[in-house]
């Protein structure tokens, strides 16, 4: 009785869970409690195989356990436990997920789970939305409509990656059925791109246009889809025009990269951003082979801020806001190449496989890693880790799809 009711449950956490990846800190709760059933399941049944012992499966741990071994030359311990503590799920999910696939691959609702998502964060745009608008109608304030305001407590960036995820989900289901135009799918990604228009993320709009633009592409040159490729390329480049020519983040652009020149204590985040990479450029040269461990890096980087006389970025104690930097500067070369292999492997995989929403989620987390470390928090953490598994199990299921209609 006991057995099949931890059964049960766990099966409901594990297809429930990707309904609460987008809300605002009640994703990491929900882990935790995922996991725990987990454990409790895992225990009653006490089955596991040894066929997660290959590197897609074992590549965010391995990753995890290089963080672990920079412990040993990191002089601030409890600021490199602290990222290790935010990094776990890069063990949890992956364990998570091999046991919902060893157990569940029949029963698991891939395409459901899909539609969960999409539900949830067209709650979540609605609910932000409003609250926009009805702060709009009391004060008269238009700022209230973008950015910051629009976005709450989330953080614009990451929040424009959770919206682009959606905008994936709705492309794939756009071109499932190659000879009829889906105008809800349609409609569903023009209302996503209005939310991340006055989102105003500079870099969840320009990745977001990559990825219609290579989408498109996509379905020409290899499933010769040309009425819907058009239609979503014009939807891309009137995004990509408004998004980007009429954003007043992006007019900000051309000014910032001038103040860099003259004014190193800025804190405003184009021309920050250019100081920082030029700083973490300048420290590699010299910790380049094996970084200066997860604990230091951000004392290191301080230290030099306050060097080079960078106010704004001493006061707001800014990471380097690109992962690729984050990562070398920490963890020195060979965290560099387990991040380019934790991207690379899945994207080949997904092309082999014309996986096309794999495919642009993993350039959607490529794309993200060059304006935020998006690594360091368990916003980025989290999500990424989940979605990362849960298109490798989706892919998993078809490979046993396809195995099982060939033995009938």
């Known amino acids: 009785m006991i057995k099949r009711l931890l059964y049960s449950t766990f099966l409901a956490l594990s297809i429930a869970s990707i309904i609460h990846m987008p809300i605002l800190n009640v994703a990491r709760i929900y882990l935790a409690i995922w996991f725990i059933f987990s454990l409790l399941f895992f225990f009653t049944n006490r089955k596991l195989s040894f066929n997660f012992i290959n590197i897609e499966w074992l590549i965010f741990p391995l990753?995890?356990?290089?963080?672990?071994?920079?412990?040993?030359?990191?002089?601030?311990?409890?600021r490199g436990f602290f990222d290790i503590e935010v990094k776990l799920s890069f063990i949890v999910i992956p364990f998570l997920?091999?046991?919902?696939?060893?157990?569940f691959y029949e029963k698991l609702p891939i395409t459901k789970m899909k539609r969960l998502y999409l539900v949830s964060l067209f709650i979540i745009v609605i609910f932000l939305t409003i609250r926009a608008i009805v702060s709009y109608i009391s004060d008269n304030n238009i700022s209230h409509l973008y950015y910051n305001e629009l976005s709450w407590k989330y953080h614009p960036s990451y929040l424009a990656m959770y919206i682009s995820l959606g905008i994936i989900i709705l492309i794939e289901k756009l071109?499932?059925?190659?000879?009829?135009?889906?105008?809800?799918?349609?409609?569903?990604?023009?209302?996503?791109?209005?939310?991340?228009?006055?989102?105003s993320s500079k870099a969840g709009i320009i990745v977001t246009?990559?990825?219609?633009?290579?989408?498109?592409?996509?379905?020409?040159?290899f499933n010769k889809v040309i009425i819907k490729s058009v239609v979503l390329s014009i939807i891309a480049i009137i995004f990509a025009?408004?998004?980007?020519?009429?954003?007043?983040?992006?007019?900000?652009?051309?000014?910032?990269?001038?103040?860099?020149?003259?004014n190193i204590q800025t804190s405003e985040s184009n021309a920050i951003r250019i100081l920082i990479w030029e700083t973490g450029i300048?420290?590699?040269?010299?910790?380049w082979l094996f970084g200066v461990g997860?604990?230091?890096?951000?004392?290191?980087?301080?230290?030099?801020?306050?060097?080079?006389?960078?106010?704004?970025?001493?006061?707001?104690?800014?990471?380097?806001h690109n992962q690729y930097i984050e990562t070398w500067l920490s963890l020195g070369i060979f965290g560099l190449l387990m991040l380019l292999t934790i991207l690379f492997l899945p994207f080949v995989i997904a092309f082999k496989q014309k996986n096309v929403s794999w495919l642009l989620f993993i350039m959607l987390i490529a794309g993200?890693?060059?304006?935020?470390?998006?690594?360091?928090?368990?916003?980025?953490?989290?999500?990424?880790?989940?979605f990362y598994y849960f298109f490798y199990v989706e892919h998993k299921l078809k490979i046993h799809d396809t195995i099982f209609t060939a033995k009938n």
Do not use: P, W
Request: aromatic share 16%; net charge negative.
């Open 63 to 78: 990753f995890l356990l290089l963080h672990t071994f920079s412990l040993l030359y990191t002089n601030n311990l409890t």
């Open 97 to 103: 997920f091999f046991l919902v696939y060893q157990h």
């Open 175 to 199: 071109f499932e059925n190659d000879n009829k135009v889906s105008y809800i799918y349609v409609i569903g990604v023009t209302v996503l791109l209005v939310f991340l228009f006055l989102l």
């Open 209 to 221: 246009f990559v990825l219609l633009i290579v989408a498109s592409l996509y379905q020409i040159l």
């Open 241 to 262: 025009y408004y998004g980007i020519h009429e954003n007043y983040r992006f007019q900000a652009v051309k000014s910032s990269i001038e103040k860099v020149e003259t």
């Open 282 to 287: 300048d420290l590699l040269k010299t910790h």
């Open 294 to 320: 997860c604990g230091d890096i951000k004392d290191v980087l301080i230290n030099e801020y306050e060097k080079r006389n960078m106010h704004g970025a001493v006061e707001k104690k800014l990471n380097l």
């Open 368 to 386: 993200n890693f060059i304006t935020e470390s998006m690594l360091n928090t368990q916003a980025g953490v989290i999500f990424i880790t989940y």
